[in-house]
């Protein structure tokens, strides 16, 4: 059983290896993934910034495993800053905490990301702290909740699939913690997540409706239109203005729905990843829609 968990590891860390270095597969990730560099993705920030997009940068990785690997993301994130500040793009940065080496104990993870937070401070922008599976949750509350005390200029992403969000939302809204309000993207099981996708919309309505009346500057990071309409429908009762919310969505992810909101004066940011270590990233898209595998079939195909 062992060996045969190890065997099983070790070939999904080859294909892993073997996609992410393949320059076929490279062609086609270009959809989501739009650059491999920090300079590729700041060209694709100007050319967003010109057709009214905002944008966050997100160094892919994450769950690294030494800390010479965290410290080599933290540095990766300061440069995206140091960029973000040369090129005076209203962006900011996604960072995941495991990424900066959450796995490697609290305290290094800590001063990883005070870095980052304390440049984003000094430059006016702001780190947006990704939210990953239900096992780090708390512990990264209590981060983005000390760096908000500290700084202030961190967003805290929460997830309407687990019971526990409307808690969390309540805690991050009473400290002034901006929230990110995403589904979930992780796999989890139903002893701490709704296993109805029907459910799920129905916490995510109920939870962008007390964001928009209660939370500081709210994103709605979704692409689904039904989510997307009832919270415009609460803005118009309720007389909250476009710059007082955003709205975020993946770089590459229902392009039209994108261009509509911007269209009509919302605030719309997207999520732009970059980088090699773009599998984990990738595969979590392809399992939200299966029709990408389809898309992704066709072009290999045709490559
Ligand atoms: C800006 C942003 C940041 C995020 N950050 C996090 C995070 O920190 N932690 C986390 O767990 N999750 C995060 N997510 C992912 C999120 O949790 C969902 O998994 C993802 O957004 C799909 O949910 P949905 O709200 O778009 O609705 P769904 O009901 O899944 O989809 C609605 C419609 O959107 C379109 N769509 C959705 N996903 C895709 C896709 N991959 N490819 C093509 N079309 C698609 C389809 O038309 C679909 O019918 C983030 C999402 C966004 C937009």
Redesign the pocket.
Known sequence: MLRQSFLYLSRQRRLRHWMETSSHARKLTARFIPGQTLDDVIGVCHKLHAGRYLATLDHLGENVATRQEADTSRDFCLSALDSIAASTLPATISIKLTQLGLDLGDDLCRRNVDLLVRKAASIGSRVEI???AHEYVDRTLNLVEHFQNEYGCVRS?L?AYLYRTEDDARRMSKAGVPI?L?????NEPASVAYPA?STV?EQYLKLSRYLLDEGAYPAL????PR?IDSALAHIAKTGRQPHEFEF???YG??RDLQQSLVDQGYRVRL?VPYGTAWYPYFM??LA??PA?AFFIARNLFRA
């Open positions: 990704d939210m990953e992403v997830q990110r995403c589904k979930g993207a992780y996708k919309d990071a979704t692409h689904d989510m975020q969505m993946l992810v229902r999520y979590r898209r939200e829609r990408n």
